[in-house]
């Protein structure tokens, strides 16, 4: 009965590898978000679906590329890992009811550590 | 874009002391101002948010207090337990999903 749900909760791999990390809400939720958490612990987000239709698309390499099949999935496959890439990548999702902002849940995380 | 800051970062408080932390937006456009709580290891979760509409929120041992003209927030945490200890995040939103995440504080409650 997990809300937000990730995988794989770790992740390690070689420079110059192309990985995915797989998010499934079973809120009912129209829009998910993928989050990156660095070492000092900043939280920025990357992108943010809703209803399958991307609505937030911050300046993040064109190496990331998110896809969401429907809106209750919203994966990130990353290509040609850098070791600038290792970190924490969180996906949230949120209802985002019309004429407010709404509390946003997130995933356990993946930590993603580049070699 | 929406610029939000943070302070202090790290603050550590005596069991029963009250813990205040303080954060600066800087676009006007911003009306939802939620508080994330991230223990060591866990996701974040929310523990308590304001809307621009509404002075001060307060939910039993915490409570958060907005000035829109200054374009502050703060975060107020009374009675201290150990368990408060963790990192402790605001944001600002100045459109519909689009939430700008503060610096983060950790506080840490001795006993």
């Known amino acids: 009965d997990t809300a937000v749900s990730q995988t794989p909760k770790y992740l390690v791999t070689q420079m110059g590898n192309d990985k995915s990390i797989k998010c499934e809400q079973n809120l009912g939720h129209d829009t998910m978000y993928w989050y990156k958490q660095d070492s000092k612990k900043f939280l920025k987000i990357m992108f943010s679906y809703n209803n399958k239709e991307l609505i937030i698309n911050e300046t993040v390499p064109n190496r990331f590329s998110p896809k969401s099949p429907d809106k209750a999935h919203l994966n990130l496959h990353i290509n040609s890992l850098e070791l600038g890439d290792s970190a924490v990548y969180f996906c949230a999702s949120s209802q985002d009811s019309a004429g407010g902002r709404d509390e946003q849940f997130f995933g356990p995380g993946t930590r993603l550590t580049v070699l | 874009g929406e610029n939000v800051e943070q302070h202090p970062s790290t603050l550590s408080v005596q069991e029963g002391d009250s813990a205040v932390i303080k954060c600066t937006y800087s676009?006007?456009?911003?009306?939802?101002f939620p508080w994330y709580k991230q223990e060591l290891g866990k996701r974040p979760q929310l523990i308590i948010d304001i809307r621009s509409n509404v002075g001060e929120k307060k939910d039993q041992r915490i409570a958060v207090t907005l000035n829109k003209t200054a374009k502050h927030f703060s975060l107020h945490i009374t009675e201290t337990q150990p368990e408060d200890s963790a990192v402790y995040f605001c944001?600002?939103?100045?459109?519909?999903?689009?939430?700008?995440f503060g610096t983060g504080t950790r506080l840490q409650v001795t006993l």
């Open positions: 944001a600002a939103s100045p459109w519909a999903s689009k939430l700008t």
């Open positions: 676009d006007s456009a911003s009306n939802y």
